[in-house]
């Protein structure tokens, strides 16, 4: 049996009665990047009005009498809702679905469907898979290879049809009609029941198909390819937007375009070159900057050498600087008889670190060090380096060092 949402993708709300209610559960994604259980209930209900996902297609989102439904999944021939708050079996219910999710994805759909087919009927590439993403969808078809007039092609035609306002229209064939073999489509779920759901685009496709789509192709407005990236084995992704995706597309691309405009001090035309221009001189500055930072850190080294006694131990702490700073300083200086202990960044905050000495007392404090500065880091033949999160710290790890070292004079 199909549902509401599959016999008329169009309605927005309608009513129908609550069949079961169950205790359930619900994994979405948290804030930290792990994955969150929330408790709930799995509503049937008699006829649903939301797509439970399936097909490529995301589920949609919607109220059931005002409680929010954040999953609609296919369980056989049923549709379980799943809500925080239990419905009564038996209970009259107005089930509204979100429009504008509702009808993105039929946009979208249908636009996969457009496009797998001119694919095929101009290159003979057939659809192996496809992804109705947040922000753009991916066809992936099976050619290595698609150039660019190629894109071209099929975007061409794929707006020629949309403005030939062919119609959609959706069908059910019984299992056993002849004509479900002459049928696009990679086949039926194991757990299929009933008749073959149709969606055919009049002269150009008739596919199996168990999404929601247009009724006909005017109302996915404009089709984008937005270009052509490499696959799985020997398969290429093709992304596209469809409808009103495209409107925000160029929306966003329009104040970029303004932003850049008013930054660079320049047409839209001349945006390329003029970052060009940028990048050369920002690249020229870096190199400059690089020099003079190794420069710097041979008369640092050199101030640091001929500096008075520090008990062994020679620190220092700069905001500007990177590894290679801290490397050099430690070339010129030699660490053979002293312990070096150097950091770059906040003074408070993340930075970077290096101790260089003897080989024996580097390998016992580097861990140490690296520790106290609530830091990670690694090192061999005399050098330990890293990153660390504590600079404020960095008193400490004199202290350590200090005493290490009066420990090894006293044992001598």
């Not at 056993?176 to 055919?200: I, K, M, S, W």
């Not at 590894?323 to 008889?337: K, L, P, R, V, Y």
Request: charged share 25%; net charge neutral; aromatic share 4%.
């Amino acid at each position: 049996m199909a549902f509401r949402c599959q016999r008329d993708s169009y309605a927005r709300e309608f009513t129908t009665t609550v069949v079961s209610c169950r205790p359930a559960e619900l994994q979405i994604e948290g804030s930290n990047g792990k994955k969150d259980v929330l408790s709930g209930f799995h509503v049937v209900l008699e006829d649903t009005l939301l797509f439970p996902e399936g097909g490529g297609q995301p589920d949609d989102h919607g109220t059931i009498n005002d409680i929010s439904v954040l999953r609609v999944t296919r369980r056989g021939a049923q549709a379980d809702h799943f809500t925080q708050t239990p419905l009564a079996p038996g209970t009259k219910v107005q089930v509204r679905v979100d429009w504008e999710r509702r009808f993105d994805h039929m946009q979208q759909h249908s636009g996969q469907h457009l496009i797998t087919a001119v694919a095929d009927q101009l290159f003979g590439w057939k659809t192996t898979s496809w992804e109705l993403g947040r922000v753009r969808s991916v066809v992936e078809l099976d050619s290595p290879s698609v150039t660019a007039e190629q894109v071209a092609a099929i975007e061409q035609s794929v707006n020629e049809k949309i403005r030939a306002r062919l119609p959609v229209n959706v069908r059910e064939l019984s299992l056993d009609d002849p004509e479900v073999e002459q049928v696009r489509g990679r086949g039926l779920p194991d757990d299929h029941a009933g008749p073959v759901r149709v969606v055919t685009i009049e002269s150009v496709d008739a596919n199996m198909c168990c999404g929601t789509h247009v009724s006909n192709l005017s109302d996915l407005q404009v089709i984008k390819i937005l270009g052509i990236e490499k696959g799985k084995k020997n398969k290429t992704n093709l992304a596209f937007l469809a409808g009103n995706r495209v409107l925000k597309w160029l929306e966003r691309s329009h104040g970029s375009e303004k932003a850049l405009t008013t930054l660079l001090k320049c047409g839209a035309e001349d945006h390329v070159e003029a970052v060009k221009k940028l990048q050369n001189s920002t690249k020229l500055l870096q190199k400059n900057n690089l020099n003079l930072l190794r420069d710097l850190a041979v008369h640092v080294a050199q101030s640091l050498r001929n500096g008075p006694d520090r008990g062994g131990v020679v620190t220092l702490h700069r905001k500007e600087g990177d590894s290679e700073f801290m490397n050099i300083i430690a070339n010129e200086i030699g660490s053979e008889e002293i312990l070096l202990f150097l950091t770059v960044g906040d003074e408070k905050g993340a930075g970077l670190f290096l101790l260089a000495g003897p080989a024996e007392a580097v390998e016992t404090l580097g861990p140490r060090v690296a520790e106290v500065l609530e830091g990670k880091g690694a090192g061999k033949k005399g050098r330990f380096q890293g990153k660390a999160t504590r600079m404020s710290r960095r008193a400490e790890v004199q202290a350590l060092l200090q005493d290490y070292l009066s420990t090894q004079s006293a044992e001598e």
